[in-house]
């Protein structure tokens, strides 16, 4: 088992998350967190008064996923966050020890399918 983590642009939650489901992901956690990358963060200007945000907003995408699936659900996200811009994102692949669900005490990848 595999944990995902996906860093992408707040506009492109909602493509990425229908694309994660068609791919496979049987369920997933989305965060709203600010950041930065290569952007450094951006200038905008308030009120005729230009200031600069140094942590942009960004969304958190989480999905446990069987080894199986974990390619297509990859591939899935990184075609629905793609913008061509600077900013889209990161996904970080992280080895799964176990998982619980917590009604029915199923482990491991039981426990996170459907």
């Known amino acids: 088992?595999?944990?995902?983590?996906?860093?992408?642009?707040?506009?492109?939650?909602?493509?990425?998350?229908?694309?994660?489901?068609?791919a496979g992901a049987s369920g997933l956690t989305v965060t709203e967190?600010?950041?930065?990358?290569?952007?450094?963060?951006?200038?905008?200007?308030?009120?005729?008064?230009?200031?600069?945000v140094r942590l942009v907003p960004k969304v958190r995408l989480e999905v446990a996923a069987p080894d199986d699936l974990v390619g297509p659900i990859i591939a899935a996200i990184s075609a629905a966050a793609n913008t061509g811009k600077i900013g889209d994102g990161k996904i970080f692949t992280l080895d799964l020890e176990t998982a619980l669900r917590i009604r029915t005490g199923e482990q491991g990848q039981d426990a996170i399918s459907e």
């Open 1 to 22: 088992m595999k944990l995902i983590i996906a860093v992408i642009k707040p506009s492109r939650l909602d493509d990425v998350v229908d694309a994660a489901a068609k």
């Open 33 to 52: 967190v600010r950041g930065y990358g290569r952007q450094k963060g951006k200038t905008e200007v308030y009120r005729g008064a230009e200031y600069e």
